[in-house]
């Protein structure tokens, strides 16, 4: 799951014009855009996970809504937390989906995506953009972006990944360190999460 994921980040590399597109031309077309970068990019094929955060922090996050993609993965008690949490949450969430995932970036060998026919109402402002995942000798994985209309464009809000939804993927673990701790101990938890991730950062860049 984790490498198929990487699809999620490289497909939206785009500009400010770009976000105003159809969601999937701008899927289709960033998608292309970045594995074709990713085909070129020495330093990333080879392991520099760094690299790919960084690639990821200025080019992706824009266009994901990291803290609707936390509202949903906390559920019902996200209406509960402060602004303060909301934040913090948001930010911490966001790190470790950066974090986890840009690793997948240099697992990318020739995967193909190929894109389902789409269909969109006029006036409609959510909406499934469908994908597969071809891998050489594996078999083929559907790959799903659930994208909503804001003010400023699109923004993908959660990635189904064969079936498997990656905020509702999160909801039974957050939901039990809630329990456990409240929401200022899922905060911690996540952020606890980032920090042991760093040393595999630094190894990364050796």
Known sequence: MKQLLAFLFAGFVATT??????????????????????????????????????????KVLPYFNFQHMTALAVGKDWRKASTQQQLQLSTEFKTLLVRT???????????????????????????LVRTEVQQPGAKAVQLDYSLEKLDSGWKVYDVTVAGISLVTNYRD???????????????????????SLEPNLAKAEK
Not at 24 to 53: C, F, H, W
Not at 108 to 114: A, D, E, F, G
């Open 101 to 127: 995932y840009s690793n997948a970036l240099t697992g990318y060998k020739n995967q193909k995506v190929v894109f389902k026919p789409f269909k969109m109402n006029p006036g409609e402002t959510d909406v």
């Open 17 to 58: 014009a770009l976000a105003q597109e159809a969601p999937d031309a701008l899927v289709m077309k960033i998608t292309e855009e970045v594995l074709d970068i990713v085909r070129k990019d020495k330093d990333i094929q080879s392991g520099n996970t760094r690299k790919a955060i960084e690639l990821v922090d200025a």
């Open 173 to 195: 673990q957050f939901a039990q360190e809630i329990r456990n701790g409240g929401m200022d101990g899922l905060i911690q938890s996540v952020a606890a999460k980032n920090k």
